[in-house]
């Protein structure tokens, strides 16, 4: 990925908003999510240093994780790229708002934040909409292709990182996957609507999918409108 592919305009501001609970640590396609998800930002992190951008960091759960301000710098960059790798939250859960509101009180000036997340879940209409108002949000959400239909493997025992609970389920039953896979095109319907309405650019990247390509298409879009 060359580095003038994921730029706007010379001189910015970009902040890496990362989500850091427990639910990105699945994956059944060579890689887990929070894998992914620590490449994406790596490599938008050495675009944007490329680009002589100030680069800055925000890893959040339920609550903020840690934010390192933006600064310009290899030195800097290098310490980011530590960080990602070897980050461990304190907390399991997830509140997207939480990192969206420490977002617009930190970051006085415009910038570009790209939210890296799984998006999984709900009630934070508002806070972006408020930090997109201030700032040009870009979500990339990271998926596994397991999350949206489920595989007919008999009586399995599930585990949500997030809660701390475990319980049996039956796949072979026609009715549990079918509601499984209405669960998840309800979220995903829902959240394309929330990002439509408020004018927020995407990339939908799955693990094992090669990344370049979403993220080339994503900034093509972006650039056709500067």
């Known amino acids: 990925l060359a580095p003038g592919q994921v730029r706007a305009s010379p001189g910015l501001t970009v902040m890496l908003v990362v989500d850091v609970s427990g639910s990105n640590e699945f994956g059944t396609r060579q890689q887990l999510k929070e894998e992914l998800m620590t490449e994406i930002a790596a490599v938008l992190a050495f675009s944007a240093i490329q680009n002589n951008d100030k680069v800055g960091v925000l890893f959040f759960s339920d609550k903020v994780e840690k934010f390192i301000p933006p600064k310009k710098g290899k030195s800097h960059i290098l310490r980011i790229i ?44 508002k ?62 319907h829902k959240l394309n ?16 999918e090669n990344y370049v390509k979403p993220l080339v298409n994503l900034f093509k879009v972006r650039e056709s409108r500067f």
């Open 193 to 208: 609507q929330v990002f439509k309405k408020l004018g927020i650019d995407t990339a939908n990247i799955s693990t094992g």
């Open 82 to 125: 530590r960080e990602l790798i070897d980050f461990h939250p304190q907390s399991q859960q997830t509140n997207i708002s939480e990192g969206l509101r420490f977002l617009s009180n930190a970051i006085k000036k415009k910038c570009i934040a790209f939210v890296i997340s799984d998006f999984l879940d709900k009630d934070f209409e």
């Open 127 to 188: 806070a972006l909409r408020i930090a997109s108002r201030k700032h040009d949000i870009v979500a990339v959400r990271v998926y596994d292709q397991r999350e949206s239909e489920l595989p007919n493997v008999g009586l399995v025992k599930v585990y949500n990182k997030e809660s701390g609970k475990s319980m049996w389920i039956d796949t072979g039953d026609p009715g549990l996957r079918s509601n499984y896979s209405s669960n998840w095109n309800h979220h995903e």
